[in-house]
């Protein structure tokens, strides 16, 4: 299993905000999708990823004046992403030791989609109830 799977039943679509857009407009987009990130580009290059947890520490540091600043102000800037050809094996290792939800999938230095860890689980448990499908099959034919 790999991201391409993961981007074949999901789609590419990425919500992506420019650094200097306010914080309160990206909440909105976060809010309006129900999503929990959104990428921060500038022009086609990945500035950073703004989450949820970016948006509480930037309130706990600044109250409610954070909806006022720029994304680029609360982003992660250290931005880990994937390729297409990783594994969800390899997904699941990164995510738990960088502890992110979210990681951008880029190919050739372009970004083609986000995957994230619901993603990754919903991956795994369709992979799970396929095999014990299977096994069921296997052991009614016996």
């Keep these: 299993m790999t991201v391409r799977a993961i981007l074949s039943a999901k789609g590419p679509q990425v919500a992506s905000v420019e650094p200097d857009v306010k914080l309160s407009a990206a909440l909105r987009i976060l809010s309006e999708r129900q999503i929990g990130s959104v990428i921060v580009v500038s022009g086609a290059r990945i500035e950073g990823i703004l989450s949820e947890r970016d ?38 290792e990164v995510m738990t ?28 448990l369709q992979h799970y109830e396929a095999e014990q499908e299977a096994l069921r099959d296997y052991i009614n034919m016996a």
Excluded: N, W, Y
């Design 55 to 92: 948006v509480v520490r930037a309130l706990d540091e600044h109250g409610a004046a954070a909806l006022d600043q720029p994304v680029s102000a609360a982003m992660t800037r250290k931005v880990v992403s994937c390729r297409l050809s990783d594994t969800v094996a390899h997904l699941m």
């Design 97 to 124: 030791a960088e502890r992110f939800r979210h990681l951008p999938v880029v190919e050739e230095g372009k970004l083609v989609g986000l995957v994230s860890i619901g993603d990754v689980v919903k991956l795994r």
